[in-house]
Nanobody, 119 residues
Framework: QVQLVESGGGSVQSGGSLRLTCTYS????????MGWYRQVPGKAREGVAA???????KVIDSVKGRFAISQDNVKNTLYLQMNSLTPEDTAMYYC?????????????WGQGTQVTVSS
C-alpha cells in the first residue's frame, strides 16, 4: 500500500522560507513522476512542481526562482524548498505520485500540509 505523508507546513511572514517534506512508503516503481500541488478553498488544485525518474523537473512560473523540488531516494523523501514566500502562496500543499508510468497523472496523494503566509 502506497502512503505519502507530508510535513513541514506552518505559518510564516512574507519573505520567509519553509521546507516541505513528503515521506513515501510502499512505492516500488523504478520509473515515476512525483510532485507537489496546492489548493486554496474554492479554487482548483494547482500543480506547483514535479520531477520524474529521468531527472526532468517542472516548476510553474509563479514560483520559479523561489521554490525548488528535490528528492532523496535513500530516504524515500520528496522535498519542496520554498523561499521568498508571499501571501499568494498560502494554501494546502499536497504531495503526489503517479503509478510508475512517468505520466505525471497522479494516482497517490498525501493528506496535505497547510502553509500560511502573512503580510
Amino acid at each position: 500500500q502506497v502512503q505519502l505523508v507530508e510535513s513541514g507546513g506552518g505559518s510564516v511572514q512574507s519573505g520567509g522560507s519553509l521546507r516541505l517534506t513528503c515521506t513515501y512508503s510502499g512505492y516500488t516503481h523504478n520509473t515515476y513522476c512525483m510532485g507537489w500541488y496546492r489548493q486554496v478553498p474554492g479554487k482548483a488544485r494547482e500543480g506547483v512542481a514535479a520531477l520524474d525518474s529521468d531527472g526532468n523537473i517542472k516548476v510553474i512560473d509563479s514560483v520559479k526562482g523561489r521554490f525548488a523540488i528535490s528528492q532523496d531516494n535513500v530516504k524515500n523523501t520528496l522535498y519542496l524548498q520554498m523561499n521568498s514566500l508571499t501571501p499568494e502562496d498560502t494554501a494546502m500543499y499536497y504531495c503526489a505520485a503517479d503509478n510508475g508510468d512517468r505520466s505525471c497523472v497522479m494516482d497517490y496523494w498525501g493528506q496535505g500540509t497547510q502553509v500560511t503566509v502573512s503580510s
